[in-house]
């Protein structure tokens, strides 16, 4: 009998041990998948991400990149469908100066601007929904592009034009770079409209951009609503 009741407990026992092994397991398999369930980002974190060249989780980088990269290609790139504008609200003229090239998926338009001595510079226009972040945002994300630091709102508004033409407004920023051999140069429009903000941007040596400054000027007067 004694034999019986110990081992009645002990089967007991070897149960309950494997009760709590089996909940254990569940536990740990359960885990990874509740750790994998999205976080919103608050919007101050957004906000400074922004301000340091960054942009929001999920949002693609604006400008693109020139054609022919990983860029110019949405599935490359694993930019989310809608990711990019698909409409294509508005129109231009480009300087028969500029060589036209073929967009890809993110670029609205893509240009190469030639200059001296085999110096050549790349026009973006892309589209995206919303206003990616703001006005402060995104020239904060312009300046990091071409390597200068963060400036405050303030500093912002100081350092860029108000600008109209053809019923549009935009905010013009010019940006020189102080890295590089030779240094950067980016001459950008902002141009929110419909609910959506348009970005024209010239990026290249500072020396070529510079001399393209006329012809930047006279391009936007070109952008118009279809």
């Known amino acids: 009998m004694s034999f019986r009741r110990f081992s009645t407990q002990t089967l007991v026992a070897a ?4 009760a709590g092994c089996r909940d254990k397991e569940v536990v740990s398999y359960r885990a990874p998948r509740d750790s994998a ?3 919103e980002r608050p919007k101050k974190a957004m906000a400074d ?12 980088p604006i400008g693109g990149a020139p054609a022919g990269g990983a860029m110019g290609n949405m599935a490359a790139a694993g930019l989310p469908d809608g990711a990019v504008s698909k409409n294509n609200a508005l129109a231009w003229t480009a300087p028969a100066s500029w ?10 338009g893509s240009y190469t601007v030639p200059g001296e001595g085999g110096a050549v510079g790349d026009l973006s226009i892309t589209a995206f ?3 990616t972040g703001g006005l402060h945002a995104n020239v904060n994300r312009w300046r990091g592009q071409v390597g200068l630091a963060p400036i405050s709102d303030a500093e912002v508004e100081k350092s860029i ?4 033409a053809n019923g549009l407004h935009m905010e013009i920023v010019e940006l020189v770079g102080t890295s590089g051999n030779p240094p950067m140069r980016l ?3 902002i141009v ?6 348009w970005f024209f941007k010239l990026t290249g040596p500072d020396a070529l951009v510079a001399s393209q400054r006329e012809a930047f000027r006279t391009f936007l007067t070109t952008i118009k609503v279809r």
């Open 49 to 60: 991400a922004a301000a340091q060249g960054q942009l929001p989780d999920g949002h693609p």
């Open 187 to 189: 001459l950008g429009a």
């Open 37 to 39: 369930a999205p976080v």
């Open 161 to 164: 034009e108000h600008f109209e």
């Open 99 to 108: 060589q036209e090239r073929a967009p890809g998926s993110i670029r609205k």
């Open 192 to 197: 929110p409209h419909e609910k959506e903000t």
């Open 129 to 131: 929904p919303g206003d």
């Open 15 to 18: 149960a309950l041990l494997l």
